[in-house]
């Protein structure tokens, strides 16, 4: 059985390791593989789902918990600027770790900035 955490912010750092001389918190649980490199992943089980239209979170009909995958280090600077996590489209990595989910490493952007990002770090 999977190990209960109090809050998802505790999960986070139980499945990243802090590399001192540079500050990112790297993750160590699932990844993907993507274009630009690996990310974290991390499952989530929700009875609620946001719902964009009214701006308000509301309980999915027939009550089931789902499973969703959620991108680790959206979800971390989602929780530190206490936003949606649907809001943040893109986050870009100031420290070009792929893997780091410290937010003071991330920042929210724009799909364009954050493809020159990329392109300026020869990430992509």
Not at 96 to 103: E, G, M
Request: charged share 30%; with cysteine; net charge positive.
């Amino acid at each position: 059985m999977a190990k209960r955490y109090a809050s998802l912010r505790e999960r986070l750092d139980a499945n990243s390791v802090p590399v001192p001389f540079c500050g990112c918190a790297i993750w160590t649980g699932a990844t993907r593989r993507a274009a630009a490199g690996e990310y974290g992943k991390i499952n989530v089980r929700s009875r609620l789902r946001y719902r964009e239209r009214s701006g308000a979170w509301r309980s999915d009909r027939d009550g089931q918990r789902k499973i969703k995958s959620l991108a680790a280090h959206r979800l971390s600077l989602a929780l530190h600027l206490d936003v949606a996590y649907s809001k943040l489209n893109h986050v870009a990595h100031r420290c070009n770790v792929t893997l780091c989910i410290n937010p003071l490493h991330l920042r929210s952007t724009t799909q364009r900035d954050n493809e020159a990002d990329k392109r300026r770090a020869s990430i992509f």
